[in-house]
Structures are given as structure tokens and as C-alpha cells.
């Protein structure tokens, strides 16, 4: 599939990744490093010339998909009746 896909839009075999579906919006990254597309699209000078750092992103998002504490939050507010005149 990736052969004809690279045919028709005129780029290389490698060029073609592969876009899976993931559970959070933070994992892109990740999956679109595993299929390297660091190697094909150069990546933006970070801040201080510093590389990227896969790992310290995949801490994160291990993180966030197994958080250690809960947090119960609460809302308070004000019901506002408004009359609609036709």
C-alpha cells in the first residue's frame, strides 16, 4: 500500500508514514517518531539548540495516562432564570 501511495503522490517509499490511531492527542508525537519521521522531516531549532528528548515526552504521557493522585473539583454557580417574550 505504501509503494502505490508513494507512486501516485510522487515521493518516496520512505516518505510514507503510517497515521494510527492513538488515545490522546499527546501520543502523535511518539507514534509518528516510531515511524520515523524524524529522519525524513527536519525538526525546528528547539530553544537553546537543544535536541529533542523522546523519552522526557513519553515520562509525560505515562504520567497523564497513570496518574498517581486523584483531584475532585467543584462547581459553584448561580442559576439565572431569563423570560423570552415572542
Not at 494510527?20 to 501520543?27: G, L
Not at 537543544?50 to 513519553?58: D, F, I, Q, V
Amino acid at each position: 500500500m505504501k509503494e502505490k501511495i508513494a507512486l501516485f503522490c510522487d515521493v518516496d517509499v520512505e516518505a510514507v508514514v503510517t497515521a494510527h490511531d492513538v488515545k490522546s492527542v499527546y501520543a502523535v508525537p511518539l507514534t509518528f517518531s516510531a515511524e520515523g519521521v524524524d529522519d525524513i522531516v527536519p525538526a525546528p531549532a528547539s530553544p537553546g539548540g537543544r535536541p529533542a528528548r523522546p523519552g522526557r515526552w513519553s515520562a509525560m504521557l505515562e504520567r497523564m495516562e497513570n496518574p498517581r493522585d486523584e483531584v475532585t473539583i467543584g462547581l459553584v454557580g448561580k442559576l439565572r432564570r431569563v423570560r423570552r417574550f415572542l
